[in-house]
C-alpha cells in the first residue's frame, strides 16, 4: 500500500549547526505535504507545508524541499536550537474516494540538539 | 482563534474497565475530527475520523468506538479495555477539504 517513510530515525546535531529531515513518499497522486514537531508528552505541531505545484518553501527557520521526481521530502533547520529537539513527523493527504482523504504520516525521526 | 481541548491528560485503568475520552473544539464550525493513537517512540495511526455529526469512519479493526454527538464533539469509547489498548492518544481537527491537522495536547492511557 501506499506509505510515508523517513531515512534516519535519529539525528544528532550540535547547537548552531543546520538539520536536515529526510522522508520519502510512495503516493505520487499526493499533492500536500506536512512537517510536524511533537516534544515529548504533547500533540504534535504544525511547523510548515507545501503544496505539490511547489519545489521549496521556506518559514521562519525552517525550509521545506520537495522532490516529486524521486518523491522526497526534506525539512532543513538552520542554525538549529536546543529547542529544537523534537521527534519530526512528515505527513502526505492521500484520497480516499471521491473528497475524502486523511493525512498519513511517517515514523517519526528524533532530532537531538547537543549544547 | 480556534482551540482544542482533550481530556484528561493522563489516565490509568484496569484491564477489563471501560473508557471515555472526550475532545472538543471552539472557534469553528462543522470541522472534520479524528483520533489517532501513538505508541511509545512510534508514529501516530489514525483510528477513525468524522466529517459531520454522528458520522464516523473507522480505519483500523480494534476494541474501539468513537461518536460525534455534538458537532464540535468527539468521543472515543472502549466497553473493555486491554493491555494493548495503552498508548497516547490524540485528538485533531481539520477544516474540511483542507489537509492541516490541528492537535489536541493528547491523552497518556496506561491499561494495567
Known amino acids: 500500500g501506499e506509505s510515508v517513510g523517513l531515512h534516519l530515525p535519529t539525528l544528532s546535531v550540535q547547537e548552531g549547526d543546520n538539520s536536515i529531515i529526510n522522508c520519502a513518499y510512495s503516493n505520487s497522486a499526493s499533492d500536500y505535504f506536512i512537517w510536524y514537531k511533537q516534544e515529548s508528552g504533547k500533540g504534535p505541531q504544525f511547523i510548515i507545508d507545501?503544496?505539490?505545484?511547489?519545489d521549496k518553501r521556506q518559514g521562519q527557520r525552517v525550509t521545506v524541499l520537495l522532490n516529486k521526481t524521486v518523491k522526497h521530502l526534506s525539512l532543513q533547520i538552520a542554525a538549529t536550537q536546543p529547542g529544537d529537539s523534537a521527534v519530526y513527523f512528515c505527513?502526505?493527504?492521500?484520497?480516499?474516494?471521491?473528497?475524502?482523504?486523511?493525512?498519513?504520516f511517517g515514523k517519526g525521526t528524533l532530532l537531538t540538539v547537543n549544547p | 482563534s480556534q482551540t482544542i481541548h482533550q481530556w484528561p491528560a493522563t489516565l490509568v485503568q484496569p484491564v477489563g474497565s471501560p473508557l471515555s475520552l472526550e475532545c472538543t473544539v471552539e472557534g469553528t464550525s462543522n470541522p472534520n475530527l479524528y483520533w489517532y493513537r501513538q505508541a511509545a517512540g512510534r508514529g501516530l495511526q489514525l483510528l477513525f475520523y468524522s466529517v459531520g455529526i454522528g458520522q464516523i469512519s473507522s480505519e483500523v479493526p480494534q476494541n474501539l468506538s468513537a461518536s460525534r454527538p455534538q458537532d464540535r464533539q468527539f468521543i472515543l469509547s472502549s466497553k473493555k479495555l486491554l493491555l494493548s489498548d495503552s498508548g497516547f492518544y490524540l485528538c485533531a481537527w481539520s477544516v474540511p477539504r483542507e489537509g492541516k491537522l490541528f492537535f489536541g495536547s493528547g491523552t497518556q492511557l496506561s491499561v494495567l
Open positions: 507545501i503544496r505539490s505545484n511547489m
Open positions: 505527513a502526505e493527504k492521500t484520497y480516499s474516494g471521491g473528497s475524502n482523504y486523511k493525512l498519513t
